[in-house]
């Protein structure tokens, strides 16, 4: 059984993987949205790798789990209309 990493992200590095700006990410953690920092020092926090890549995993399972995908050519067709 493989061990979790404990790589500690930098909460800009978190939001990069995420695609969403450092703003979002803590409104995102507010809301119990997104897995909560860990406190680094006095003035740093940051966000187990382990942890953000399975937020991940867990938001492309929920997209699969719902209607049929639809392929890049239909978005496309859809978006020139």
Known sequence: MDQPSFKILPPKVAAELVGVCGRTISAMVDRDQF???VRVSANRIGFLEHEVTAWISQR???RDAQAPAVSSEERVESSNK
């Open 60 to 62: 492309i399972a929920e």
């Open 35 to 37: 897995p909560r920092p």
